[in-house]
């Protein structure tokens, strides 16, 4: 059963730093991974899909790799603004079977001025 | 585009009522499910569905029916509500079922 873990589940930065929040998952056999951007009382905001033979991806300030065969996930917050106060969730979608997204409980990540 | 809508925002039940969360989509996606969000453990899938007229359950299914008649709705019935079921509800959709999911702002379901 595929299980994703995301450490710290909280983390608090001064602005202007940058971050690294991590994603790990226990069965290999991924199809995709995508990130979430979630703000509280909203719903989830897609921040970057990469599918499995990528090894990275980019947007605006974001990068999101993989390494599939290790079952790790990160992403990289280049120089933080408060506005980047939000939950960030992963969700791994499996290979085989039912191909269902699993998420992680997020990692809770306060930027202060 | 509004992307993916959903109504009520907000909604209090006492147990034994029914209710239905509405959803809908104007991105022409093939592939809609519906999650609940609890505290400490993550989203979990209650139903999807592929394309009009086929739906399947997810991992979480019992006292919710679902349908989907067009490609643009996807309600969710909640047939006799339980105090288990407060949670916040979303519901998703993608082109396809393996592609980027976008999600809806949720419902806030209070089960009394």
């Excluded at chain 1, 056999?29 to 921040?47: C, E, V």
């Excluded at chain 1, 065969?69 to 791994?92: E, H, K, M, N, W």
């Amino acid at each position: 059963k595929q299980e994703v873990t995301q450490i710290p589940a909280a983390l608090s930065v001064p602005e202007g730093e940058n971050l690294v929040l991590n994603c790990s998952f226990t069965d290999s056999a991924i199809y995709n991974l995508q990130w979430f951007r979630q703000d509280p009382g909203k719903g989830l905001t897609s921040l970057l899909l990469i599918q499995s033979s990528q090894r990275e991806q980019t947007s605006g300030r974001l990068n999101a790799s993989l390494d599939k065969s290790s079952g790790r996930s990160t992403l990289y917050i280049a120089a933080s603004q408060p506005g980047d106060s939000a939950t960030y969730l992963c969700a791994v979608r499996g290979e085989g079977g039912f191909q269902k997204l699993v998420f992680g409980t997020g990692t809770r990540l306060l930027v202060s001025p | 585009n509004a992307g993916v809508t959903q109504t009520p925002k907000f909604q209090v039940l006492k147990t034994g009522q029914s209710m239905t969360l509405q959803c809908a989509q104007d991105m022409n996606h093939e592939y809609m499910s519906w999650y609940r969000q609890d505290p400490g453990m993550g989203l979990r899938l209650i139903h999807y569905s592929v394309g009009a007229g086929i739906t399947d359950q997810g991992e979480v299914p019992n006292g919710y029916n679902v349908s989907r008649s067009t490609t643009e709705d996807f309600p969710l019935r909640l047939l006799s509500a339980a105090p288990s079921q407060t949670s916040v509800y979303f519901c998703a959709s993608s082109k396809g079922r393996l592609d980027e999911q976008f999600f809806g702002p949720g419902t806030r379901l209070t089960v009394l």
